[in-house]
Every structure is written in structure tokens, then in C-alpha cells.
């Protein structure tokens, strides 16, 4: 996600060992093909082996609509270490948009068929070309045959984003039409949008049908769900969660920040507060209003663990006195 994940957010994420997979920010490709230095500096992963030093799978993503550009681009973007390449047709920014990117490339078929086909014929077969795209433009009948393309243009696996470009992120999410593109697939349909509990993720294995999901925000709002998710999927012994403990957590990918920015970086804090402003606005984070104009890092931990403390005692006490045997 852009402005969300990126190396230190995967570093992160790699640590708690709950994602199988990940991908990168898209990186644009506009009047020229990206050259290899590009992806060197945005994807430290590649130096080892595409993956973080915590363990995890990076998957480079690019946005683009010239075939040749986005062709040669992932080219060298495989010459700089990647081992993956996901092509972004769901990126909902005007921006991204007016300049023949992202979401837009949905309401024409034939160029999804012939960016994903131009990427894939022009890397060798052992490195897997997949695909993430929204439902459509501004109806979602469109992903029926833009996935028959990117099937017919020899992707790898398909990645849904159950809603149109015209919805940005706004409800509802439309599951369904993932599980029957996935009925007649031939390739792996990962099912993504809006999986923000357990019971989210349930209600979108039952309509999907999916074996493969890709959650975003929730990942952030609620950190608990993806070790859920991977102990429903089998991936992670089954044991019981504690809650979520934020100093912990923050202080933890603050150390990933760090590693990569250098010591007192202005960044590191701010990505402490976007992440909560993240779990305030979708999950039920309390306390980001006490937390966002402090301006250090040490005053912010501080801060926050007390703030976390507080709520810790007042939540057991509140326990005692509704449940007092
Ligand atoms: C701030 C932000 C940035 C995003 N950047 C990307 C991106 O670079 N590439 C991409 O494929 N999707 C991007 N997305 C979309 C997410 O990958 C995902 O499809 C969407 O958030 C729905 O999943 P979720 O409900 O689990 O978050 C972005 C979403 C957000 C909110």
C-alpha cells in the first residue's frame, strides 16, 4: 500500500510471522521504462534474495499503461533481484488515473490483456507475473472479462480488490463475483477488500471460495487478525491471543524504522502516528487524539504507554465490577 508498506512496514511484518507474501508500493512507470537503480533504491529486499531480513516474500509492483515500458521495466526490475512482478490495475488516484495508470487500464480489455501479456512474455517463466485489480471502473461486470484476459495473457495468480475504481473505498464490498471468477479460474484468485475481523474473513472464505486472501488496513486497525487468519488457514498453531499490545508492537516497527532511516529520523514518528491515526479511524484504538501532536519519540512511547496502561486497569476493573466472581 502506498505511503504504507514500505521496507520497514515489511521488515515489520516479516517479524511477526503471519503474512506468507507481500508486495510492494506500486512504482510508476510513466515516460520511460524504470531502470534497475529504481528498484535497487525503493526495494532494499533485493539485495537478499527478494526477501526482508525477517523472512518475508517481497513482490516488486508496477504501474503503467505502455506495454513496452511496463515490459522492459520488469525486466529490469528482475535484473535488480526481484523474483516476482504484480502489475497494478486498481489504484484509484486521479492523479494515477489521468496519466493512464492503475484502474483506469480496467475499462479496455484488450490493454489489460496487452500489459500483463507484454510483462509475462518478456521475463522467464520462473518468475511468477500476477495481477491486482479492482471489480471495474464504475460497474463490476467488467472483472469477468478482464480476468479471462489476464488468465488468457499467462498470469499467475489474480488478486481481487472487491470493489470498483468509482466506490474509491467506500462500501460495500461485492465477494461474490471473486467466487465465481474463481468457479472458472484456472490460476489462484486472491480475494481482497474489506476483511477487517474474523468474522469478515469467514463470511468472505464462504462467499469467495478463496484459498488465498490479502488483507490491508486491517492489518494495522485490528493487528490481531492476521495471526487469526493464519491459525483459521492452518498456518500457525492455534493459540489462544492476547490483546494487542500497542507500546510493544510500535516500538517494534519504530526499531525497523530505525535499521532503515538512521537514529531520530522525522519519519519514524510520523509513520508511529499514521499507523494509529489508522487504528483509530477502523479499529478501536482510543487514545490517537492524545497521541498526534506530540513532536518526540521518546515523550510519544512514553505517552502511549501510559495512555495503555490506564486503559489496561480501567478495563480489568470495569471486569471486576461487572463480573465480580
Ligand atoms: C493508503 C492506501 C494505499 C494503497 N496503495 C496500494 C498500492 O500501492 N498497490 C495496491 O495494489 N493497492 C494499494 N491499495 C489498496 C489495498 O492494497 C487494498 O486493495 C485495499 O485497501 C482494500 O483492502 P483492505 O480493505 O484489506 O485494506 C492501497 C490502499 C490504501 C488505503
Known amino acids: 500500500m502506498d505511503g504504507i508498506t514500505d521496507a520497514p512496514m515489511r521488515a515489520f511484518q ?31 529486499e533485493l539485495a537478499t534474495q527478494a526477501k526482508t531480513t525477517t523472512g518475508l516474500p517481497v513482490q516488486i509492483q508496477i504501474l503503467g499503461g505502455d506495454p513496452d515500458r511496463m515490459a522492459i521495466s520488469a525486466q529490469n526490475a528482475v535484473a535488480a533481484g526481484a523474483t516476482a512482478i504484480d502489475i497494478n490495475f486498481g489504484c484509484p488516484a486521479p492523479t494515477v488515473n489521468r496519466n493512464d495508470g492503475g484502474a483506469s487500464i480496467l475499462r479496455c ?57 468509482t466506490q474509491g473505498y467506500n462500501p ?32 468472505c472464505q464462504d462467499q469467495t471460495g478463496c484459498a488465498h486472501f490479502m488483507i490491508g488496513r486491517a492489518a494495522l486497525a485490528n ?33 525497523h524504522s530505525t535499521d532503515f532511516h538512521g537514529p531520530n529520523h522525522p519519519k519514524s514518528l510520523n509513520r508511529l502516528k499514521q499507523w494509529l491515526a489508522i487504528a483509530a479511524r477502523f479499529g478501536d484504538f482510543p487514545h490517537f487524539a492524545n497521541l498526534k501532536n506530540i513532536p518526540n519519540h521518546p515523550d510519544f512511547m512514553t505517552t502511549l504507554t501510559t495512555l495503555c496502561q490506564i486503559q489496561t486497569t480501567w478495563t480489568s476493573e470495569k471486569l471486576v465490577a461487572i463480573s465480580p466472581h
Not at 516479516?14 to 526495494?43: C, K, M
Not at 490460476?187 to 474473513?201: K, L, Q, R, T, Y
Not at 493487528?223 to 500497542?246: D, E, F, K, R
Request: aromatic residues 10%; without cysteine; glycine residues 4%.
Open 14 to 44: 516479516g517479524a511477526q510471522n503471519t503474512f506468507t507474501h507481500s508486495v510492494t508500493e506500486f512504482i510508476r512507470v510513466s515516460n520511460h521504462p524504470l531502470p534497475i537503480r529504481v528498484f535497487v533504491r525503493d526495494v532494499p
Open 109 to 165: 480489455s484488450q490493454r489489460v490483456y496487452e500489459i500483463t501479456k507484454a510483462v509475462r512474455d518478456a521475463l522467464p517463466k520462473s518468475i511468477p507475473v500476477s495481477v491486482k485489480a479492482r471489480l471495474g471502473w464504475d460497474t463490476i461486470e467488467p472483472i469477468y472479462e478482464n480476468a479471462e484476459q489476464i488468465q488468457r495473457a499467462g498470469a499467475s495468480w489474480l488478486t481481487i480488490h472487491a470493489r470498483t475504481k
Open 172 to 203: 460495500p464490498v461485492y465477494w461474490k463475483p471473486i467466487g465465481e471468477i474463481r468457479r472458472n479460474a484456472s490460476i489462484p484468485i486472491v480475494a481482497n477488500g474489506d476483511i477487517w475481523s474474523i468474522e469478515d474473513f469467514y463470511l
Open 223 to 255: 493487528p490481531n487478525l492476521p495471526h487469526q487468519i493464519a491459525q483459521s488457514l492452518g498456518l500457525q498453531p492455534t493459540t489462544p491471543l492476547l490483546p494487542v499490545n500497542w507500546p510493544e508492537l510500535l516500538q517494534k516497527f519504530h526499531d
